[in-house]
């Protein structure tokens, strides 16, 4: 069965910096996710994202957060200005079914 | 304020026993429910789900849902070496977007 990818698998980044991380989904599909994982932590919602427009976000998801679709495929998940705390893995996920697929995820490091 | 807990474990358990992993929800009104496994360093993997009460079996799994005691559960009947995980629970709470709420995980470790 085909899979979400991510890309890259992982991003090495100064604090201050702005970071995109990209999410290829399976096409034809409307419901999209942003998660993150912190080390040792459990997997946080950050934003769903339904039809092209955010549909819910969470309290992580601040003012340095945004998400898109620029081109009608990839999805892109952006923090402006990075902060040490926001290294995590950042997985997308797509809703097929009423079910969550995650992709492979992308490793942050903010240093 | 809604949520998961799980038993963080680790659970040990040998190889050929069933493993019986547990997950409640503080939000009755939950109507579907997930289980996942992750390897150290991979992300989630999608196991089972279950929307109704009672038992729904896949191969080696079992989940089961009681929806009065907020309570949903995982069997590993068999348990592999490969089975040696972190295995999440998570659930879509009512009024979301489906949106995933998750438990911290019970890590699993199966011993030859």
């Known amino acids: 069965e085909p899979e979400v990818t991510q890309t890259p698998s992982h991003q090495v980044t100064q604090m201050g910096q702005e970071v995109i991380l990209r999410c290829v989904p399976i096409?034809?599909?409307?419901?999209f996710y942003w998660y993150r994982q912190i080390l040792g932590q459990k997997v946080e919602f950050l934003v769903s994202?339904?039809?092209?427009?955010?549909?819910?976000k969470s309290e992580i998801f601040d003012d340095q957060f945004s998400v898109e679709r620029p081109d009608g495929s990839n999805f892109t998940l952006k923090i402006r200005s990075t902060k040490l705390e926001d290294s995590a893995m950042y997985f997308c996920?797509?809703?097929?079914?009423?079910?969550?697929?995650f992709g492979p995820g992308t490793r942050l490091t903010v240093l | 304020q809604k949520e998961v807990e799980q038993n963080s474990g680790p659970l040990s358990v040998p190889e050929g026993a069933i493993a019986s992993l547990n997950c409640t929800y503080s939000?009755?009104?939950?109507?579907?429910f997930f289980w996942y496994r992750q390897y150290s360093g991979k992300s989630p993997e999608l196991i089972m789900s279950?929307?109704?009460?009672g038992d729904k079996e896949d191969g080696r799994f079992t989940a089961q849902l009681n929806k009065a005691s907020q309570y949903v559960s995982l069997l590993i009947r068999d348990s592999q070496p490969s089975d040696s995980a972190t295995y999440l629970c998570?659930?879509?709470?009512?009024?979301?977007?489906?949106?995933?709420?998750f438990g911290a995980g019970t890590r699993l470790a199966v011993h030859p």
């Open positions: 279950i929307y109704s009460n």
């Open positions: 998570a659930v879509n709470f009512s009024g979301g977007y489906n949106k995933l709420i």
């Open positions: 994202f339904y039809n092209n427009e955010i549909s819910e």
């Open positions: 996920a797509e809703r097929r079914n009423n079910e969550q697929f």
């Open positions: 939000d009755r009104g939950s109507q579907s």
């Open positions: 096409s034809n599909h409307l419901y």
